[in-house]
């Protein structure tokens, strides 16, 4: 069956850098791009972009440019989600969604920004 | 951007209820709306897809509708593993957005 597996929660200083995994299986991972979402708390779900899975190429929606980066480790079928120079305001949870149906996502990663 | 006014925030409802969750956009989004239902520490599950096309393995008890900026999700008959937080989301146009969420609470 198919599923999109994440790492687990993060406990990390402002200024600090995150790495979350999206591990798919049950498909063929090159086939489906991957979305990245976060839910703040309280708050509602926003959309960060995509990366291709294909070519590796990731597109960034305006609030996510700059200190997100999406990659890939195609052998592993993971996608990944790098949060540099941590801000409070990124404490969330994250969620992978396979692209471009939004069909199946990831349990969620909280990250917790606290110094 | 596209804004998915959802309603209501909260539903208290019994087991056997028929309840209706809306979702308002802020223009026509050509009936790419999909609901999902989340739970705790949980995968978001599509429920919905393209307004009105039942995700395979959802109950029955669940249809939406709609066009244009308006589309509903009804449930029929509410069972006790429903109460949770359900939202849409648009996918007609970059960047996609969601609803605010319903969570549904039993009276």
């Known amino acids: 069956q198919i599923q999109l597996v994440q790492s687990g929660p993060e406990l990390k200083k402002p200024g600090e850098s995150v790495k979350i995994s999206c591990k798919a299986s049950?498909?063929?991972?090159?086939?489906?791009?991957m979305y990245w979402v976060k839910q703040a708390p309280g708050q509602g779900l926003q959309y960060m972009g995509w990366i291709n899975t294909e070519t590796g190429k990731p597109t960034y929606a305006d609030d996510f440019k700059g200190r997100f980066v999406f990659f890939l480790e195609t052998s592993a079928s993971t996608a990944y989600l790098q949060i540099n120079n941590l801000k409070n305001e990124d404490m969330a949870t994250y969620f992978c969604?396979?692209?471009?149906?939004?069909?199946?996502w990831g349990q969620g990663v909280m990250v917790t920004v606290s110094s | 951007d596209i804004q998915m006014t959802q309603s209501p925030s909260f539903l208290s409802a019994s087991v056997g209820d028929r309840v209706t969750i809306n979702c308002k956009a802020s223009q026509n989004i050509n009936k790419y709306l999909n609901w999902y239902q989340q739970k705790l520490g949980e995968a978001p599950k599509r429920l919905i897809y393209?307004?009105?096309n039942l995700q395979t393995g959802i109950p029955s008890r669940f249809s939406g509708s709609g066009s244009g900026t308006d589309y509903t999700l009804t449930i029929s008959s509410l069972q006790p593993e429903d109460f949770a937080t359900y939202f849409c989301?648009?996918?007609?146009?970059?960047?996609?957005?969601f609803g605010s969420g319903t969570k549904l609470e039993i009276k």
């Open positions: 969604a396979r692209a471009p149906y939004f069909d199946y």
């Open positions: 049950g498909y063929t991972f090159t086939n489906y791009g």
């Open positions: 989301l648009q996918h007609n146009s970059f960047p996609f957005t």
């Open positions: 393209n307004t009105n």
